[in-house]
T-cell receptor
Framework: KNQVEQSPQSLIILEGKNCTLQCNYTVSPFSNLRWYKQDTGRGPVSLTIMTFSENTKSNGRYTATLDADTKQSSLHITASQLSDSASYICVVSGSWGKLQFGAGTQVVVTP | NAGVTQTPKFRVLKTGQSMTLLCAQDMNHEYMYWYRQDPGMGLRLIHYSVGEGTTAKGEVPDGYNVSRLKKQNFLLGLESAAPSQTSVYFC??????????????FGPGTRLTVL
């Protein structure tokens, strides 16, 4: 069973609107949690990295939150743009740095 | 500074054929990784290297071999390709394991189809 579960699997959003993606994990011990953006046909690119002690981290219009107690994270996209259309991958780092990847949430932003 | 590059970008093989995927990085990173990405699944680690001359097995190593003869290059080999190896392969590099705020930098991927 995947130790990193993301929801929804996909979503469609109108340009200019906000959306929130969810990530639940069971990885233990926990080192850090990352969100990556993967454009179609490209490799993943890091958006945010949060360690155990961080609750929120922003990168422009992207804001990630982390609740290490409930093992949940979210990625909020504000005022979406067409260029935000991509797959967003939650990645959790456990012991020695081993990464566990979620399957991703496919976001489509329409005009 | 090209970052992480992969060759080839696309390849079609017949069952039983062999091939080598090349990954190169110009960031002087010690650590390099090979992943495969399949629909509906997260990236899975095939093999990794913690430095020149070293390699180690990841989560799904069967059917693959790797070599790290030079620090900047990491080769992934398929000795006898099988349809189950149809996938998109990503190489990544980092300066240290995934602790702290270390980031893995990914290449653009190689789309491999095995008929």
């Amino acid at each position: 069973k995947n130790q990193v579960e993301q929801s929804p699997q996909s979503l469609i959003i109108l340009e200019g609107k906000n959306c929130t993606l969810q990530c639940n994990y069971t990885v233990s011990p926990f080192s850090n949690l990352r969100w990556y953006k993967q454009d179609t046909g490209r490799g993943p690119v890091s958006l945010t990295i949060m360690t155990f002690s961080e609750n929120t981290k922003s990168n422009g219009r992207y804001t990630a939150t982390l609740d290490a107690d409930t093992k949940q994270s979210s990625l909020h996209i504000t005022a979406s743009q067409l260029s935000d259309s991509a797959s967003y991958i939650c990645v959790v780092s456990g012991s020695w740095g081993k990464l566990q990847f979620g399957a991703g949430t496919q976001v489509v932003v329409t005009p | 500074n090209a970052g992480v590059t992969q060759t080839p970008k696309f390849r079609v093989l017949k069952t039983g054929q062999s091939m080598t995927l090349l990954c190169a990085q110009d960031m002087n990173h010690e650590y390099m990784y090979w992943y495969r990405q399949d629909p509906g699944m997260g990236l899975r680690l095939i093999h990794y290297s913690v430095g020149e001359g070293t390699t180690a097995k990841g989560e799904v190593p069967d059917g693959y071999n790797v070599s790290r003869l030079k620090k900047q290059n990491f080769l992934l080999g398929l000795e006898s390709a099988a349809p189950s190896q149809t996938s998109v392969y990503f190489c990544a590099s980092s300066s240290a394991p995934g602790r702290g705020t270390d980031t893995q930098y990914f290449g653009p991927g190689t789309r491999l189809t095995v008929l």
